[in-house]
């Protein structure tokens, strides 16, 4: 054969394969049977079952967000968020205070980065004092971890109130200001002024002083929200989630009276939040324990962030496909997620992203070098966990796709198979979104040759 004929051959191929794909038929496809084509093209549907399991260990501290409100809905039931976080005093940057120096007013800055339901978009936010000794460095918190307690006013008394504001959050790019307590906020200053011990340093303003700040939701909340954790930018200005203490004194000049200001800043100190849930009378009340695969009697398939609810997905039967066509070619595969059930805004948005994560019989996520294992992208090696596959919602089909070319040819050589799947979320750790699915619109698609 020479090079022209391989070429048209091969180019008779890649249009056969391309047209066939396109069209999505089984058997021979458009091809007479005097055709020369050395091939024939299938396509033939997997079926994919499903459970629902609770992930019990998802992280909440250091994020970039801190979760706080309250949500409600049928099919995950009701949630309260509480947001916990260390106050760096940043000492060394405060300039010396002077005899004549006037606290102005204090105030606690806060940007947003996360509204469950931008139509229930009210915050009622106090900022409560944590006990001393309650919020530790060393210590990995999740969501589920208990509250640290908070400090009262005096033994029996009321817990101590930094500050409370309600907000009617209506983006994510403002800054909201919320005042401060200005009898704590006076205390906390006529320390400093004084060089107290107690203040002299990070060590001994958090062991004798300052425990932490507490973000809870009062009453008149709608919803749940995200505060932002991180430094963000305002204008050309770098400003971080921060309290802010705004002063005046002479110049050290001894001229005139100069506006100062020192912010203490909790970006950069130990923060997490905690999540109480009550699926009492909700579709997903029988998910209890985790490691457990449900199946809930809505018939109905759940992920919901935050609370850790995810759908596993079993693909065994393409190894019956495997074991029963060893000799045939997969040209692509590909998995659907969707059309998703119809929800009401209460539930959230459907989360943007989808990660296909591997799991086993014990049915939990598979650690793997500060990483976990998961499905790898077309053309990465499939051993990896690096380049996990991610599925990017598509509002206009309300669903997910992704190819698993690479992932199911490995699979069908017999170099790495995996039948048990998880369907994970990429900001499982900073929302509380939701979704519901028909297990039956759960699909993977193969599209395969053989030779005549």
């Given at each position: 054969m020479n090079l022209l004929d391989k070429k048209l051959r091969f180019g008779a191929f890649v249009l056969a394969l391309t047209l066939f794909i396109s069209c999505e038929e089984t058997g021979d496809f458009g091809l007479d049977d005097d055709d020369i084509s050395p091939v024939d093209f299938f396509s033939e549907t997997i079926d994919v079952t499903s459970a629902v399991l609770l992930i019990d260990s998802i992280p909440s501290d250091d994020t970039q967000t801190l979760l706080v409100g309250n949500i409600s809905n049928n099919d995950f039931g009701t949630t309260e968020a509480r947001a916990f976080a260390k106050l760096n005093l940043n000492r060394s940057s405060l300039v010396p205070l002077f005899e004549d120096v006037v606290l102005d007013s204090v105030q606690m800055n806060i940007r947003f980065n996360y509204i469950h339901n931008p139509e229930q978009n009210v915050i009622d936010l106090t900022l409560r004092e944590v006990a001393t000794g309650q919020i530790l460095d060393i210590e990995n918190y999740l969501t589920t971890s208990d509250q640290p307690t908070l400090k009262r006013v005096e033994f029996g008394g009321p817990l101590v109130e930094i500050g409370r504001q309600t907000f009617a959050v209506e983006d994510l790019d403002s800054t909201y200001v919320l005042d401060i307590n200005s009898e704590w906020a006076t205390t906390l200053f006529e320390l400093l002024k004084a060089n107290d011990p107690i203040v002299v340093n990070q060590g001994s303003f958090e062991s004798t002083f300052f425990g932490g700040l507490a973000f809870i939701s009062g009453p008149s909340s709608t919803?749940?929200?995200?505060?932002?954790?991180?430094?963000?930018?305002?204008?050309?200005?770098?400003?971080?989630?921060?309290?802010?203490?705004?002063?005046?004194?002479?110049?050290?000049?001894?001229?005139?009276?100069?506006?100062?200001?020192?912010?203490?800043?909790?970006?950069?100190?130990?923060?997490?939040?905690?999540?109480?849930?009550?699926?009492?009378?909700?579709?997903?009340?029988?998910?209890e324990d985790s490691e457990i695969a449900y199946e809930p009697p809505s018939g109905l398939r759940y992920i919901q962030e935050g609370n850790a609810i995810v759908t596993k997905l079993d693909i065994s039967a393409f190894g019956d496909f495997?074991?029963?066509?060893?000799?045939?070619?997969?040209?692509?595969?590909?998995?659907?997620?969707?059309?998703?059930e119809e929800r009401p805004a209460e539930n959230?948005?459907?989360?943007?992203?989808?990660?296909?994560?591997?799991?086993?019989?014990?049915?939990?996520?598979?650690?793997?070098?500060?990483?976990?294992?998961?499905?790898?992208?077309?053309?990465?090696?499939?051993?990896?966990?690096?380049?996990?596959?991610?599925?990017?919602?598509?509002?206009?089909?309300?669903?997910?796709?992704?190819?698993?070319?690479?992932?199911?040819?490995?699979?069908?050589?017999?170099?790495?198979?995996?039948?048990?799947?998880?369907?994970?979320?990429?900001?499982?750790?900073?929302?509380?979104?939701?979704?519901?699915?028909?297990?039956?619109?759960?699909?993977?698609?193969?599209?395969?040759?053989?030779?005549?």
């Open positions: 919803g749940a929200f995200g505060i932002e954790a991180t430094t963000f930018a305002e204008g050309e200005t770098a400003v971080a989630a921060n309290l802010v203490f705004y002063f005046s004194q002479t110049a050290s000049n001894g001229t005139s009276s100069v506006g100062f200001q020192h912010a203490l800043t909790f970006g950069n100190a130990k923060h997490f939040y905690t999540l109480t849930t009550d699926r009492t009378g909700a579709d997903t009340e029988i998910v495997s074991e029963a066509n060893p000799d045939v070619t997969i040209n692509f595969g590909e998995m659907t997620i969707g059309p998703l959230g948005s459907p989360p943007n992203e989808l990660v296909l994560y591997l799991t086993d019989s014990k049915n939990t996520l598979i650690p793997d070098r500060g990483a976990f294992r998961g499905v790898q992208r077309d053309a990465t090696n499939q051993l990896g966990s690096s380049a996990t596959i991610t599925m990017i919602y598509d509002s206009e089909t309300n669903s997910y796709k992704s190819s698993l070319t690479s992932f199911l040819q490995a699979y069908h050589a017999g170099s790495f198979q995996r039948n048990e799947l998880i369907l994970f979320t990429t900001n499982m750790d900073s929302s509380l979104d939701g979704m519901v699915l028909d297990p039956d619109n759960i699909k993977i698609k193969i599209f395969y040759s053989q030779l005549k």
